[in-house]
C-alpha cells in the first residue's frame, strides 16, 4: 500500500505546513488559546520531523514546544508540577458544574503526548523528563481505593463557595493513564 502511504504522508504534511503557517496565530477554536490546541500542534510537527527528517518541521516543534510550556505549572505540589493549567474544565465536564482552574485534568496528558514525542528531536532531551511529571500528574486523578476524577478543581473557593475537590464524575480519565502505559519506560 505504498500509494496510499505517500498519499497519508502528503495529507500530514499539507497538515504540518499549515501549522507552521500559523506559527502562534492558532485558528479559532472553541476557546482561544488553550493548551489542548498547542499541545498537539507540537506533537504533530515532531511526529513529521520523525517520519521525514525534514529539519523545519524540528524548527516549528520547537516553537510550539516553547509555548505549550507556558501552560506548565512549576509548583512543588503535584497538583501543578508538570501539570498543563486546565480553566473551567470542572465546569465543562464534571458533575458538580464548578468554575475554578484544575489541575489536573485528564486533557493534561496532551503535553506529556508532545513532550514524549520530541524524542528524536536534537536539542530536546529535557522534555522527556518533562513527559514523565507531566503523565504521573495525571495519574493524581486515581485513588488508592481505585476509584477516580475527572478533574481536580484546585482553588479552595471560587466565588465565594467552598472548592478545592476532586470532582465525583469519573469520565475519561483513562485516557491520561494509557499514556501513561503507552509511553511506560521513557
Not at 499539507?14 to 502562534?24: Q, R, S, T
Not at 485534568?105 to 536534537?122: C, F, N, Q
Request: hydrophobic letters at 35%; one cysteine or more.
Amino acid at each position: 500500500m505504498e500509494k496510499e502511504a505517500q498519499e497519508l504522508l502528503e495529507c500530514f504534511r499539507k497538515h504540518a505546513d499549515y501549522i507552521m503557517e500559523c506559527g502562534k496565530n492558532y485558528p479559532p477554536h472553541e476557546v482561544n488559546y488553550e493548551q489542548s490546541i498547542v499541545a498537539p500542534a507540537a506533537a504533530y510537527l515532531c511526529d513529521l520531523y520523525r517520519l521525514t527528517g525534514e529539519e523545519k518541521y524540528a524548527q516549528a516543534a520547537r516553537i510550539q514546544l516553547a509555548v505549550l510550556d507556558l501552560f506548565q505549572g512549576f509548583q512543588p505540589d503535584y497538583h501543578m508540577n508538570e501539570v498543563a493549567i486546565r480553566h473551567w474544565d470542572g465546569y465543562w465536564f464534571g458533575k458538580r458544574e464548578c468554575y475554578g482552574d484544575t489541575f489536573p485534568h485528564y486533557w493534561s496528558a496532551l503535553s506529556g503526548v508532545a513532550y514524549r514525542d520530541t524524542e528524536t528531536i536534537a536539542g530536546c532531551p529535557y522534555y522527556a523528563r518533562k513527559a514523565e511529571k507531566t503523565f504521573r500528574g495525571v495519574l493524581s486523578m486515581f485513588m488508592e481505593d481505585g476509584s477516580a476524577s475527572c478533574a481536580c478543581v484546585y482553588p479552595m473557593r471560587i466565588n465565594g463557595h467552598l472548592a478545592g475537590f476532586y470532582d465525583p464524575w469519573a469520565n475519561d480519565q483513562d485516557w491520561g493513564l494509557y499514556f501513561m502505559l503507552k509511553y511506560a519506560g521513557f
